[in-house]
């Protein structure tokens, strides 16, 4: 563990560093140490060491989906009567590489996985369901469509760190 982390957590610079490249990840080392009041190197190696630690995973750009095309954002809802490894593993192969599916979690209650798609039309959509059934043994697949984003962010909420 990096000298300036507690074991209790992060500190308050660790915090505003990730806050800050939440929003931007292009800064400059030396405008984000000016920003946090720390010097070049010494932000530097607190940026390393988050690294390190695995709570930053990834610098990337964000893209704005719609100008790409993307116009369709789909959640759907999948049960399975299946619940073992094997199925598992069919199933995590077949999603982790389709390109439109951007997140797959495994859920409590009654739907078992819930997938976030991004396609460019509703035909995009109904290929990309049938290759999923043509190589996942599902029994019952609901989609919703989005119709409106009220609110997207990528940046994880840090306050209740402090």
């Known amino acids: 563990m990096a000298p300036h ?8 610079k660790d915090r505003k560093i990730l806050e800050v490249l939440q929003r931007d990840a292009t ?3 030396g405008q984000l140490a000016d920003e946090i009041g720390l010097s070049k190197s010494a932000c530097w190696r607190r940026i390393q060491a988050l690294e390190q630690q695995g709570i930053i995973t990834a610098r990337v ?3 704005d989906q719609h100008k790409l095309g993307l ?3 789909v959640y759907t809802a999948i049960r399975t009567p299946h619940h073992t490894k094997d199925w598992y593993d069919i199933f995590s192969a077949v999603v982790t590489t389709m390109p439109n599916v951007m997140e797959v ?10 997938m976030r798609s991004v396609v460019p039309d509703m035909r ?4 990309m369901y ?3 059934i043509e190589n996942i043994d599902l029994s019952d697949v ?3 469509f989005s119709m409106e984003t009220i609110k997207y962010s990528t940046a994880l909420p840090l306050d209740y760190l402090r």
Request: charged content about 25%; aromatic content about 6%.
């Open 5 to 12: 982390a507690e074991k209790k957590g992060l500190d308050n």
């Open 27 to 29: 800064r400059a080392v």
């Open 61 to 63: 750009a964000l893209l």
């Open 71 to 73: 116009n369709l954002t």
């Open 105 to 114: 979690h495994r859920m409590s209650g009654e739907v078992d996985y819930l």
């Open 124 to 127: 995009s959509y109904d290929a």
């Open 130 to 132: 049938l290759d999923m």
């Open 142 to 144: 609901s989609s919703s």
